[in-house]
């Protein structure tokens, strides 16, 4: 179960950081399951287009860090499928478009 969780953060992380304005910050440093990106829009905005597709988006850490704003936690776990990742990752790609 664990490999499975940070084989898939993993996959997902470099998936989202290949998508023109999102960064995910401390990339090069250990994580397991749950990482931070840096997005081109508001992380509320972003939200909400991914709940329009049936997508629960990540923690808006700028709330309660405000050097942090416009940066998501995201947490991807062995309950994930490759499919879902991969939708994530397309309706992230949507949004930075719009």
């Known amino acids: 179960v664990a490999e499975l969780c940070y084989h898939k953060a993993h996959h997902a992380a ?13 990339l090069d ?6 990482f931070v990106v ?9 939200n909400m287009h991914l709940l329009d597709h049936h ?10 860090y405000p050097a942090l ?10 309950m994930n499928s490759n499919d879902e ?5 397309h309706v992230l790609e949507e949004v930075s478009h719009d």
């Open 14 to 26: 470099v998936s989202i950081n290949a998508i023109p304005g999102y960064s995910v910050k401390f």
């Open 29 to 34: 440093t250990p994580f397991f399951h749950e």
């Open 38 to 46: 840096k997005c081109p829009k508001p992380v509320s905005e972003i």
């Open 55 to 64: 997508i629960l988006g990540g923690y808006d850490l700028g709330e309660c």
């Open 69 to 78: 704003k416009d940066h998501m936690l995201v947490a991807i776990t062995e």
């Open 85 to 89: 990742i991969d939708a994530l990752v």
